[in-house]
T-cell receptor
Framework: DAKTTQPPSMDCAEGRAANLPCNHSTISGNEYVYWYRQIHSQGPQYIIH???NNETNEMASLIITEDRKSSTLILPHATLRDTAVYYCIVVSTGYSSASKIIFGSGTRLSIRP | DAGVTQSPTHLIKTRGQHVTLRCSPISGHKSVSWYQQVLGQGPQFIFQ???????GRGNFPDRFSARQFPNYSSELNVNALLLGDSALYLCASSFAGREKLFFGSGTQLSVL
């Protein structure tokens, strides 16, 4: 079973910031939070990941709460091309981990003009 | 550099047949993972291979098998196809299997 909980759908106005929440209350110390997105008919695309500090790259920002039980992906200026399903995933990088990455159902983000 | 490539892009089979799907990882990547995505759902983990050895297996029947070759490319085989095997099959590669994945565009399999 997926270790994360996300709202099934959200919408956002074009040009505004899109804030996508994720709950991962059972996350353990060696597990990272990864975000991917999947645009219709394509393979998922990596966005960003983090352990406990906030992270930012050219695509998005990731805010992880101090207790690490939840996080928020922020797309600062959403465009129509950001319409996709966004997956929040918890990944163990420990040497003895099973290394299987489990996707949940994700959040379907719709950007309205 | 080329990304992850999968072949074929589309495939139509009938029940009971066998299918082989192929994946070439990004150059330098040693790990390949396979996922099945049924319409409307997130990708479901099938297998992960690293350095030609199976590292992980999802909850799929023995009809599903895979292997990784010395050049790190991979094949996914499905025997005795069922209607429920109709899905998008995704391949992903990474350097060692525990960092970000790079996905191909998938093979769309239709079983009639």
């Amino acid at each position: 079973d997926a270790k994360t909980t996300q709202p099934p759908s959200m919408d956002c106005a074009e040009g505004r910031a899109a804030n996508l929440p994720c709950n991962h209350s059972t996350i353990s110390g060696n597990e990272y939070v990864y975000w991917y997105r999947q645009i219709h008919s394509q393979g998922p695309q990596y966005i960003i990941h983090g352990l406990k500090n906030n992270e930012t790259n050219e695509m998005a920002s990731l805010i992880i709460t101090e207790d690490r039980k939840s996080s928020t992906l922020i797309l600062p200026h959403a465009t129509l091309r950001d319409t996709a399903v966004y997956y929040c995933i918890v990944v163990s990088t420990g040497y003895s981990s099973a290394s299987k990455i489990i996707f949940g159902s994700g959040t379907r983000l719709s950007i309205r003009p | 550099d080329a990304g992850v490539t999968q072949s074929p892009t589309h495939l139509i089979k009938t029940r009971g047949q066998h299918v082989t799907l192929r994946c070439s990882p990004i150059s330098g990547h040693k790990s390949v993972s396979w996922y099945q995505q049924v319409l409307g759902q997130g990708p479901q983990f099938i297998f992960q291979y690293y350095e030609k050895e199976e590292r992980g297996r999802g909850n799929f029947p023995d009809r599903f098998s895979a292997r990784q070759f010395p050049n790190y490319s991979s094949e996914l085989n499905v025997n005795a196809l069922l209607l429920g095997d109709s899905a998008l099959y995704l391949c992903a590669s990474s350097f060692a299997g525990r960092e970000k994945l790079f996905f191909g565009s998938g093979t769309q399999l239709s079983v009639l």
